[in-house]
């Protein structure tokens, strides 16, 4: 699908991942095999338990696969590195810190004005003003979920991986919270790895769709989403894709 | 070298006892026993039929002091806990008298009871009813209101309410609370027996001491308090993993 | 929860004033009843603490408890905490030392005080011996708890900002398991506070313990008895109060579930 080249920011190939588990071996991932363009904006989407969370974790260099390897910008990944982040479904910030604690927390190296500068940038971007000295524990999910994109913008990663990470938000929160990544991801311009089972989302985010089989995951299907941004959600061509993938999860028509 | 990981613990241990004998032999004359003068002096205690007598009262008074407390305290708590208005008035003179250690109330149970078993067991007593009395206000204190309201809206009678909603929901926290007490209980009694009593565990420590320096007595009996204090606790943790009592509240 | 509409304001005050003087009594009228001449009343604690105050007795027995429990309990602070962050972060040192710091912790720190005497012989250090150990393992015992219970995803995100082990352990580690090691050390400072009164009874001769065993054996004045037994519980609520301050932290506050 996408063109090797230039543009090219990450190969998987092969990748495999067996946990042991009480004796028993639990196939997780199965020959997962993908190349991301950078700036691209790619979501997983597959049936719940089936490996989703692995796979971002073995991207991420949080576990290390089984068999198969993961390059980025031709360098095998063995660890986690703050050029790619991950953030969490929920309970990922850090709550004895403030939110312009947490935003500042990759940020040790910086001289104190950089830092303070940045900060207040991303406080800006996640629209988090006014909450500078808050903590975590007085914000609302919406608001930790900003957070954490905002601690993981500040360090400028190349790659951002995210898992779930509206699934634990009401739905109306959570359609405000696809537009802001949309506007962020348009002016930042950094390549995403979004996990999600909400197959409206990956549609009305993703550039490609890549559709997980259940446990071991494979890769059943990529689909490209061929509509300019802001999509139009009720456009003949929004509801055929939408429909392709409900098709590929085995749930068309069902409801 | 690869051990098994069950032998790691003990082989630490045993280099502890081999390090704390060498340190013995090397300074003769020492009051201080080894391990293996603590050994003989448990094996002497067990022949001369003092070991499970000593065991036995100990835990005699234990078991009075703290059952009385628990009978006591936790109903009196509980029902503190559930008007608040009780609460609000217990709550200052209990966080008075809790942090007063139970043996400065030795000289009051002399006075009261004599030098005697009632002496010891009324100091577990106290020793155990305040702690008891807080951990079961504040069970009730942190019963979410959502199970209160779920188990009036089914229409529960107030004694289906105290069993089924109620008792079920303070468990897990007066179990925890329990335990720790019964480590306090543990604790006093040890000290009683030193000061108010002539048997026990705490009565061996002192006695051995005083009457000839029998420092290989005094430490058979600090090991023998560790042992019994480690299995209460054990005992007191196994009930806690019981299965029907085995949620929480912070588990979500 | 509660069973009955929100109290007022006032009552905050007015139901404990009431509890206390129904309490106090009580406390006066069974010893008026009784006619005990041995058992003091509420009013004869009351000339009995002011007459240790004018006797400049209580301030030095005060002092000298406080000290002990100052130096016992930091030493155990001090070294605890890192010993505890050390056992909760390698799970092989904790397995290895586990079973020892198990089998040690049950024996009542009163039981060690005539090895502390030959140690330390009787005085100030061999109480101080008695308290350090008393604090020592709730407190090892509550950061290994603490630190194996930070959550995996807070660990993850460390990591992946590219912390070293030491940043992971001060930065992250450290400062999610403080809510669980402050109950611990709260926790510690009461055993302390319970343990350095009876080692004044039986190891020393200062301090407020010993203030009560002296005022029943020399003189069978147990008003004194009874105002020293306040005092120790006066002192144990402030002790109490000012590490519940500090659990009030904004830092430290989200562990705790019934604050906020
Ligand atoms: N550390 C592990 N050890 C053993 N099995 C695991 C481990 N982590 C995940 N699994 C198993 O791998 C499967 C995939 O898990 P996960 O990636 O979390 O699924 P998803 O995120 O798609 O819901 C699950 O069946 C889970 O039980
Ligand atoms: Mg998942």
């Known amino acids: 699908m996408t063109e090797a080249g230039a543009g090219q920011k990450m190969r998987v190939e092969h990748l495999g991942m067996v946990f042991q588990r009480d004796g028993g071996a639990v196939s997780a991932l199965e020959d997962i095999n993908l190349d991301v363009s950078a700036g691209e904006f790619v979501c997983i989407v597959g049936p719940s338990g089936c490996g989703k969370s692995t796979l971002l974790n073995v991207l991420a260099g949080f576990l290390s696969s089984t068999s198969g390897s993961v390059t980025i910008d031709g360098e095998a990944v063995t660890g986690p590195d703050p050029r790619r982040i991950l953030v969490f479904q929920e309970r990922g910030v850090f709550p004895w810190l403030t939110v312009e604690g947490n935003i500042g927390f990759g940020l040790s190296k910086l001289s104190r004005a950089e830092r303070e500068a940045r900060i207040a940038h991303y406080v800006q971007t996640v629209r988090l003003q006014g909450f500078e000295k808050a903590y975590p524990a007085d914000l609302s999910g919406g608001m930790k979920q900003r957070l954490q994109v905002a601690r993981a913008l500040a360090v400028n990663p190349d790659i951002l991986y995210l898992d779930e990470p509206f699934g634990a938000l009401d739905s109306i929160t959570r359609v405000i919270m696809r537009g802001e990544l949309l506007r962020i991801w348009q002016t930042e311009r950094r390549t995403i790895l979004f996990v999600t089972h909400d197959i409206d989302e990956a549609v009305q985010l993703a550039d490609r769709v890549i559709v997980l089989s259940s446990r071991p995951a494979r890769i059943k299907e990529i689909l490209a989403i061929d509509i300019p941004h802001p999509r139009n959600i009720s456009s003949p061509r929004y509801l055929e894709l939408r429909d392709e993938l409900l098709t590929q999860i085995g749930l068309a028509y069902e409801v | ?252 | 929860m509660n069973s009955v509409a929100k109290p007022r304001r006032w009552e905050a005050f007015f139901w404990p004033a009431i509890a206390a003087a129904v309490l106090l009594a009580v406390w006066h009228y069974s010893v008026v009843l009784t006619g005990t001449k041995i058992f003091p009343s509420p009013t004869n604690v009351k000339t009995g603490v002011i007459e240790l105050l004018h006797k400049n007795v209580l301030w030095a027995d005060i002092g000298d408890s406080l000290r002990r429990v100052a130096v016992g309990f930091g030493a155990a602070v001090l070294v605890g905490i890192p010993v505890g962050l050390w056992l909760g972060w390698s799970a092989k040192a904790n397995q290895v030392v586990n079973p020892t710091l198990q089998i040690l912790r049950p024996i009542s720190p009163i039981a060690w005080i005539p090895v502390a005497i030959i140690f330390f012989g009787v005085g100030d250090r061999a109480a101080i011996f008695l308290i350090f150990l008393a604090s020592f393992f709730p407190i090892v015992l509550a950061c290994v708890s603490g630190v194996s219970s930070v959550s995996p995803v807070l660990r993850s995100a460390g990591c992946n900002f590219g912390l070293s082990s030491t940043q992971l352990l001060r930065r992250v580690i450290f400062p999610a398991a403080l809510p669980q090691i402050l109950v611990g050390v709260r926790v510690a400072l009461g055993i302390a506070w319970l343990v350095v009164v009876a080692a004044e009874m039986i190891a020393v001769d200062s301090g407020l313990g010993y203030l009560v065993i002296d005022s029943r054996n020399s003189g069978k004045r147990y008003d004194l008895v009874v105002a020293a037994m306040l005092m120790i519980g006066i002192i144990g609520l402030v002790l109490d109060f000012s590490v519940r301050r500090v659990e009030r932290i904004k830092s430290v506050r989200w562990g705790f579930r019934n604050a906020s």
């Open chain 2, 1 to 252: 070298m690869k051990l098994p990981v069950w032998l790691r613990p003990l082989l630490f241990i045993a280099v502890l006892l081999a390090l704390w004998q060498v340190a013995i032999d090397r300074h003769p004359g020492q009051l201080l026993p080894g391990p293996i003068g603590v050994a003989k002096g448990i094996l002497d205690l067990l022949q001369h039929g003092l070991l499970l007598k000593y065991v036995v009262a100990s835990l005699f008074r234990v078991t009075w002091g703290f059952g009385l407390a628990v009978v006591v305290a936790i109903p009196l708590g509980l029902m503190l806990g559930w008007h608040r208005r009780g609460q609000m008035a217990a709550y200052p003179i209990v966080q008075l008298f809790r942090p007063i250690s139970p043996l400065a109330w030795i000289p009051l149970a002399i006075l009261w009871f004599g030098v005697s078993d009632l002496a010891a067991i009324f100091l577990i007593f106290v020793g155990c009813f305040f702690p008891l009395l807080l951990t079961a206000m504040s069970a009730v204190h942190n019963i979410p209101a959502v199970y209160v309201n779920a188990g009036r809206n089914f229409g529960l009678s107030s004694s289906a309410f105290v069993s089924r909603v109620l008792y079920p929901a303070v468990i897990p926290q007066l179990l925890t609370g329990l335990r720790l007490t019964l480590g306090i209980a543990w604790l006093v009694v040890v000290a009683a027996e030193m000061i108010s009593v002539n048997s026990g565990l705490g009565f061996l420590i002192v006695d051995a001491r005083n009457a000839g320096n029998r420092y290989d007595l005094v430490v058979a009996g600090m090991v023998l308090i560790g042992a019994i204090g480690l299995m209460l606790d054990l005992a007191m943790r196994s009930l806690e993993r019981v299965r029907s009592f085995h949620w929480s509240i912070s588990e979500d």
